[in-house]
C-alpha cells in the first residue's frame, strides 16, 4: 500500500552481547505498526532462526555480487568474511508504505544510517553496564566459541568509543528499566 507520509527510521546498535535483540524485539511487540528491516548476512544461521525473518542469508559471493550491484544502503563486514548489510529495497518498500522501520545494525551502519537519513532517524545506542557483563552474557547465551568471544568482546571496547555519537544512549543495566527507557525514547520520537 503506498502512503503519502514516509515512515521513521528507527536505528539501534550495541557491542554484540549487550541486549540489543532482546530489547527490539520487546519493543516491536509493544509499540504498533513498527516493521523490522531484515538485513542480509553472510554469516552462518544459528538454531531457530529464520531465512528472509531473522536475516536474508546469503553466501559470500551472492553478498559480494550485491555489493558491486549496489544493492545497499550499508553494508560492513562485522567479523572476518561475515557481512552484513542494509538492502535498499528493503528500507524503500516499507518506507514508501508509511511504515515506522527498525534497524538493528552494527555501530558502525548504525552512524551510517544516521548520517544518510538525519532527522527521519532516530538512533539508539545501547550500553552494557560494563564489559565484564557483557562477556557474562555472551558466555551465558552459548552461541558463540571462545575465540568469537575474544573477538567480540575486542571489537565492544572499540565500539564503545561512538557511543556519543548517537542521538540516545541507554544502559541495559536492569532489563525492565532500559525496555521503560526505550518505550519513552521511542514514543517520543514518532510523536514529534
Ligand atoms: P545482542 O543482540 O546485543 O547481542 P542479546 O539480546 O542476545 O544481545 O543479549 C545477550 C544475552 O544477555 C542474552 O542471553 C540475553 O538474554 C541476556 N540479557 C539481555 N539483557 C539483559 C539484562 N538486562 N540483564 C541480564 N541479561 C540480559
Ligand atoms: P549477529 O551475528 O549477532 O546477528 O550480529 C552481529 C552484528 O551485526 C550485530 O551488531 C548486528 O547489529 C550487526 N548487523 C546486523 N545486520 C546488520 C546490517 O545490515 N548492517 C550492519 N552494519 N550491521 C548489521
Known amino acids: 500500500m503506498k502512503s503519502d507520509k514516509k515512515g521513521k527510521l528507527i536505528v539501534f546498535s550495541a557491542p ?3 541486549g540489543k535483540t532482546t530489547l527490539v524485539h520487546w519493543l516491536m511487540n509493544e509499540i504498533p505498526g513498527l516493521v523490522f528491516s531484515v538485513s542480509a548476512t553472510s554469516r552462518k544461521m544459528r538454531p531457530g532462526e529464520v531465512n528472509g525473518k531473522d536475516y536474508y542469508f546469503l553466501t559470500a559471493d551472492e553478498f559480494k555480487e550485491k555489493i ?3 544493492e545497499f544502503v550499508e553494508w560492513e563486514e562485522v567479523y572476518e568474511n561475515q557481512f552484513y548489510g542494509t538492502l535498499a529495497s528493503e528500507v524503500e518498500r516499507l518506507r514508501n508504505e508509511g511504515k515506522n522501520v527498525v534497524f538493528d545494525v552494527d555501530v558502525m551502519g548504525g552512524m551510517n544510517i544516521k548520517k544518510m ?3 527521519d532517524a532516530l538512533s539508539i545506542f545501547i550500553m552494557p553496564p560494563s564489559v565484564e557483563e557483557l562477556e557474562r552474557r555472551l558466555r551465558n547465551r552459548n552461541t558463540e566459541t571462545d575465540e568469537s568471544i575474544k573477538k567480540r568482546i575486542g571489537k565492544a571496547k572499540y565500539e564503545m568509543q561512538f557511543a556519543g555519537k548517537f542521538d540516545k544512549i541507554v544502559v541495559n543495566d536492569d532489563l525492565e528499566e532500559a525496555k521503560k ?4 525514547i521511542v514514543e517520543e520520537f514518532l510523536n514529534k
Open 117 to 119: 537519513y538525519g532527522d
Open 68 to 70: 558491486k550491484n549496489n
Open 181 to 184: 527507557e526505550i518505550k519513552n
Open 16 to 18: 554484540s552481547g549487550a
